[in-house]
């Protein structure tokens, strides 16, 4: 990947001056961050329905395409022309600017992201940092839409999704640092090129594990995923926030919901799991330089859905919560364990106890 | 890509956090609000259009809506959110602790116990005082 952009940019400047040059590039990012905003959307459903179908043994969808993978674009297409309604007694510019807000949120999140060796859009050093800041940004979206929407169950499921994302955001914060900790940078690619004799995972012995779990869960609420879907708990509120959008506005928030879910195990992946980093055990081995056959695209996207099929396991696994157990365990539980998890992951380091 | 671009723009302006770092951003945050424009637009323009009185109003599962929805909502979520903002700030101190702790060693451990001690305090506090109790 790394020759790819490499040749395709010095040949860029070879043949163009250079503001000409970047231009272009800026043109190709663009179309490159949205094609791969829309794939992320098919295949994540495609994969959700799948995967649901299999865990409750049914077939899912078959009728369209091969196995039915074209499901998910036909519905797309389905949902396009459709007709976009604004219901009466909605507050008209918020209803119509709640999408944008989630969509933006969750496409700028995808930036700082390192998808293979030498392959990132933007290389901040304060790239975790930045995750995390943007990320809790959607709740405004949500809490928009609800209250735009002028519906009770709207406006109950945006209220519930406000203090659910808030509350799960400072344990997933928490147990993010516990790594930082560790690598001393906020900076996704050095955070990657200190895992590689060995991802955090297997080097920080039990403050990370501790820090990884806590970091699934969190996340897992922070996406309004079940077993904390209460944002839109079908059986209660109908469709909770997004109860009063149709069509492609509804395909939206949808969209964004499944990109964020991607964000999120892309960054458990890169903190815990080495992002790209092949599997490695210490320095110059064997094992490793077989590693290093493997592209470092297919390991960055085989740990990410690796997550990602994890967090819909979770789906058909639990019941989910009412709203005051789910934040009792964030409060109670999760937040001083992971405070606690954290001096821990501190007092590891300064002893260089990890590997 | 602009990984590369980067370079490009760091040979001239040196600084990080010059605000030409964040034109990346600038780009994507333009890039997402045209995809989400034009698929409005499309949708618009593609979609029927049949308003019909019964059609406008808002779903409340077959039963006649009463009032306006936006009404007051229980005091909790608002004592989550003031929670959040508190601890939050806490968290966020974590931040400049955690990425410069290597060189600030075992006084730097210190301090940041003493915090977390204050904070299990204030912790400790708002759970007694019941401001996570949803049944009364």
Known sequence: MQNITDNIHDWLYATFNPTIAMLIEFAIIGALAIGLFAMLGLVLIYMERKVSAVMQLRLGPNRVGPKGIFQTTADTLKLIVKEGMTPNGVDKLLFNLAPFIVMIVAMVVLAPLMFAKGFQIWDINIGVFFITAVSSLSVIGILMAGWASNNKYSLLGAMRSGAQIVSYELSAGLSILAVIVLTGSLKLSEIITSQENGWWIFKGHLPVWIAFIIFIIAVTAETNRAPFDLAEAESELTAGFHTEYSGMKFALFFLAEYVNIFVVCALGATLFLGGWMPLHFGTGTKFNEVMDYIPSSVWFFGKTFFLIFVIMWFRWTFPRLRIDQLLNLEWKYLLPISMINLLLATFIAIMKWHF | ?136
Not at chain 2, 72 to 78: C, E, G, L, N, S
Not at chain 2, 110 to 133: D, P, T
């Open chain 2, 1 to 136: 890509m602009i990984y590369l671009l980067q370079e490009e723009l760091s040979k001239k302006v040196m600084d990080v956090n010059d605000i030409a770092s964040y034109l990346p951003i600038g780009i994507q945050i333009v890039c997402a609000a045209g995809l989400v424009a034009f698929l409005m637009l499309v949708t618009h323009l593609l979609g029927p259009k049949r308003k019909t009185a019964d059609k406008l109003q808002s779903f409340t599962s077959g039963i006649e809506s009463h009032g306006d929805a936006r009404q007051p909502v229980a005091i909790k979520y608002f004592l989550v959110a003031i929670l959040f903002v508190l601890f939050d700030v806490e968290v966020i101190f974590f931040y400049p602790y955690a990425v410069n702790f290597k060189g600030l060693g075992w006084s730097g451990f210190w301090a940041v116990l003493l915090f977390v001690g204050f904070f299990l305090c204030g912790f400790i506090y708002i759970i007694k005082k019941g401001a996570l109790k949803w049944e009364e």
